[in-house]
């Protein structure tokens, strides 16, 4: 769904969306980089790291949901992340990694 996103947001802007899709082997490259450490977080239970914090998502995330109202595009998919990461942020799980929110997922 990030893709699609990703995409629609490229062609709002007036970019070609085959642009973007272009360069997937570079994104999910890092996709697989990302899951892989997720995997290790989640094993350990441990979400600390120096690699980039759930505020420092969230700050982008609320950057993407503005952009996609601006483009006028759905911001369903951006907004909803945004609720996920802002729920572990109110549990206390800012200064951890992404990785954190899969705690919260485990509680309704």
Do not use: W
Request: proline share 3%; hydrophobic share 45%.
């Amino acid at each position: 769904m990030a893709f699609l996103h990703a995409a629609a947001m490229c062609k709002a802007e007036g970019l070609d969306p085959k642009l973007f899709f272009s360069h997937k082997s570079t994104f999910l490259g890092l996709v697989s980089v990302t899951a892989d450490a997720a995997q290790g977080m989640v094993e350990r239970n441990d979400f600390s790291g120096d690699q980039c914090s759930l505020n420092t998502h969230v700050a982008a995330i609320e950057h993407i949901v503005r952009l996609s109202k601006d483009a006028r595009i759905s911001a369903r998919f951006p907004q909803e992340l945004l609720e996920n990461y802002k729920r572990a942020l109110s549990q206390g799980l800012g200064l951890q990694e992404l990785p954190a929110v899969f705690q919260t997922l485990l509680r309704d």
